[in-house]
Nanobody
């Protein structure tokens, strides 16, 4: 299993970014995909989840209405559209899936929200 995130960067408060995660090594369309984020000194936070078909999504309360998770199974990719970004959204964002007892993680992409 390999997960590779991209799309992070520096953005001003109120701005937008679209993160991508390309997956390989498993049958992508069969598995739920999740986005998490982590900042130094804090526990990893769940952001969003999407089912294999894309028909089910769920979000952490603090991103509802601002972030949208989506996927393209033809491209083995999951996305996180982030709008109305706030300084407190600054973190390393990772995608994840779970094929067995342990979850698989990408290396993450840094998102910095600052003026």
């Amino acid at each position: 299993v390999q997960l590779v995130e991209s799309g992070g960067g520096l953005v001003q408060p109120g701005g937008s970014l679209r993160l991508s995660c390309v997956a390989s090594g498993f049958t992508f369309s069969r598995y739920y995909m999740r986005w998490y984020r982590q900042t130094p000194g804090k526990e990893r936070e769940f952001i969003a989840v999407i089912s294999g078909t894309g028909g089910f999504t769920d979000y952490a309360d603090f991103v509802k209405g601002r972030f949208t998770i989506s996927r393209d199974n033809a491209k083995n990719s999951v996305y996180l559209q982030m709008n109305h970004l706030k300084p407190e959204d600054t973190a390393v964002y990772c995608c994840s899936t779970q094929l067995g007892p342990s979850a698989s993680w990408g290396q993450g992409t840094q998102v910095t929200v600052s003026s």
